[in-house]
């Protein structure tokens, strides 16, 4: 026999086995220390853990501090933008609308005056055109300084709206200017107002600086653009000595605020003309 046959078994009397409820409490309370073994390492990782949690959720409250900052600066820099843009817009109807009528007005006037002695009865009827003019001046003051958006086109098509502003040239400079509108599809009212405002702009320019007899407005879209032609056979001027103005200056900002290009052709005796073409996406910007 070996030693080891003769040692006696310590977890139970000598001499005897365990019964089967005591191994099975033995088992169970083997069980118990592992888990709690377990269990102390896993509150000493959750511990760390909860460590790098603190500190991450310190470092993105300071991100977070420092977004909101951000987003208050972008905010005010928004609401500047905003505010000037505003601003811009309201100088340009003020200009448009306001200019168009003054121009016509003073139109009106001035060819008053020259029948007045001779022809008394056309006088007054130019008179007449001339105080309708002025209501309709004192009108478009007021809704521009107003800051109010209302609606140049006032719910016309662009066809029948460049038509009206076609016969009050009419009117005005004893001339008819052929309009030639072909639309493939229906524009933005967006894309409408730009070209309205384009074409009354213009317009009110030939009718002060021209001189011109004859005027064509041609508006066409094609598969991969919308295109604006204004063409007069007037005495022309130098492009580079008149991009000052705020009447050319606006045109342009309307077509670049719609992604597009404008172009301006002209010299003295040459006549001018003005094109203006917008991409595809342009008529669907609302």
């Not at 070996?2 to 019964?19: I, K, Y």
């Not at 083997?30 to 269990?39: I, M, S, T, W």
């Not at 987003?71 to 609308?97: F, M």
Request: negative net charge; charged residues 20%; glycine residues 6%.
């Amino acid at each position: 026999m070996t030693e080891a046959q003769f040692l006696p078994d310590r977890s139970t009397p000598m001499g005897l086995s365990p019964s089967p409820q005591v191994a099975d409490l033995m088992q169970q309370i083997q069980q118990l220390q592992e888990e709690r073994n377990d269990l102390e390492i896993l509150l000493e990782n959750t511990t760390e853990h909860g460590t790098l949690i603190e500190a991450e959720l310190e470092a993105a409250k300071q991100e977070l501090r420092l977004a909101l900052e951000q987003e208050r600066k972008l905010s005010l820099r928004i609401e500047e933008l905003a505010t000037l843009e505003e601003r811009n817009r309201i100088a340009r109807d003020i200009h448009d609308s306001l200019g168009h009528l003054l121009v016509g007005l003073n139109v009106q006037m001035e060819t008053a005056l020259a029948l007045w002695k001779d022809d008394p009865d056309r006088a007054y009827v130019f008179l007449t055109k001339a105080k309708q003019l002025g209501s309709d001046a004192l009108e478009a003051t007021r809704q521009s300084v107003a800051g109010l958006r209302f609606d140049p086109l006032e719910g016309r098509s662009l066809p029948d709206a460049i038509a009206l502003l076609a016969q009050n040239f009419h009117t005005t400079m004893g001339f008819q200017p052929t309009c030639q509108i072909h639309l493939a599809t229906p524009l933005s009212h967006r894309t409408s107002v730009v070209l309205y405002r384009i074409v009354q702009e213009g317009l009110t320019n030939i009718c002060k600086h021209a001189i011109a007899t004859v005027v064509t407005i041609q508006i066409e879209s094609t598969s991969a653009e919308l295109r604006l032609t204004l063409k007069d056979n007037g005495k022309g001027f130098l492009v580079s000595a008149n991009r000052s103005g705020f009447g050319l200056q606006g045109m342009q900002e309307r077509i670049t605020a719609l992604g597009g290009e404008m172009n301006i052709m002209s010299s003295p005796g040459a006549g001018c003309c003005i094109t203006a073409s917008l991409p595809i996406a342009a008529r669907s910007i609302a």
